[in-house]
């Protein structure tokens, strides 16, 4: 048997499987395919002892939000209770379901909410589930309310923005219906026309040119950011149109930002 | 050739847990991802060759994995269920980054080998490592999970679609390229220029 037989064969002999008798007899007499198999034993030995860098991280958190109980907002926050107008009725009249999306609708609205005058009726129980973005949901909702002025109430905002981007793209891997990837859209959708570009405005008429074009500048490159990402990302099937639009919608939204940041109103 | 050749029989706590899963128990899927998420992103990040992206894939395969656990035939193999959905995902990752006209990012070179291990041994495996990213990713994929996971050709075959022998070659073509990188001085001649 020759070396280059050989070591074809032993390249394909699985751990702890016998020699053949003719290897095993090539290998008797060959001293450079003896090294040969040591060698590939442990290069064997090597790869099974690849590191990697630590997930632990990651993984925590994931596990956390896997397995944290959720907050159930059972009433609105007393800190809107001063804030007026918006259109609460297209939220309260919806049918709820208790997912995710419906909770966080529900904190998106009553967020934006807490920005306009004239406020309705706010359901008194909300489905609440678990999960992460419905956490950072309330922390921006409550940031929300306590934003004195544009500036503030556009990063929080733009932040919304971001973490609605994430959980999109999170979800549009994994959706097998519509209507989590619609909610979300219309979640998105909102947040970007109903209070990043009006916040914008009000930020371009009271503040300086430098801090104007700061903040309109960071929130620009999220909603760049956004655009890009959700145009280009691998979907499923039922997702796709819908990280198209909340794409369209991003883009949008950062070229009126740009043009505020060097034009204002 | 050091493969581990124990069928991949799932423990009986381990399929206890995916019944629990299948009957919508979070915390018995939590399990299954505290058991499995290491080993599934140790594999994808040699694919990857980056911590953010296989971090990436390893959560959405489990979110996968949690939308379709429903569809998991019990008995049969888990990791090599699992891994097949983590390979998708990876195969999208690159279908998307070539629309893209990305090239994936190299973390591999700056992958500390940790103090755990000898000068030596740390020097030899980071040598494997930036031999390891000269193999096509089909081949590194087969041979990872053949080697690192210690599934069988046909578990293998079934997680990256292919059949047993076409991945029984694959590992060995992998490590053959393996073998002329770390160790040319062992090869017969003839063979030192084949491809």
Redesign the interface.
Known sequence: MSCDATQNRLLVLVHNEPLPVDVAQHLESCERCQRFQVRVQILDRELRSLPAPSSETRKAAFLDELTALGPVVRTRPSTLSQSHGFDWSRWAHRAWKPTLSTAAAALIGLGIWSLMPDHGKVPEEIPGPRLELVQKLIRHQTALAQAKDPRARLNQLTELAADLRGEARGVSLAVTTNEEMRTLSRMFDQVVKEGILPQAKDLSRQAPLSERRATLGRAAEELAVASNELATMPAATPAQEYLARMAETARLAQSELYRLAKEGV | ?????EPNLPSQEESDWIEAAQAGD??A??RI??DY??RL??WL??MTRD?HQ??DL???T???A??AIGSFRPGSNFRAWLFRIGHN?FV??K??ER??RQSLPE?VAS????GT?AVA?RE??ST??KA?EEIPSEFRAA??LH??EGLSYRDVAAIVKTTEETA?WR??KA??K??KM??PE???P??RNES
């Open positions: 050739m050091s493969l581990p050749t979070r915390q899927f939590a991802v505290n998420w290491d992103y140790r990040f040699h911590r296989a971090e390893t959560q959405e489990f979110l996968k949690l939308a995902n999208n990752l279908r998307s629309r893209s973390d992958t500390q080998v940790d291990h041994e030899s495996l494997v490592m390891l041979l990872l080697v690192q029984r590992v060995f490590r053959q393996l073998m770390l160790a062992l090869i017969p003839v063979m």
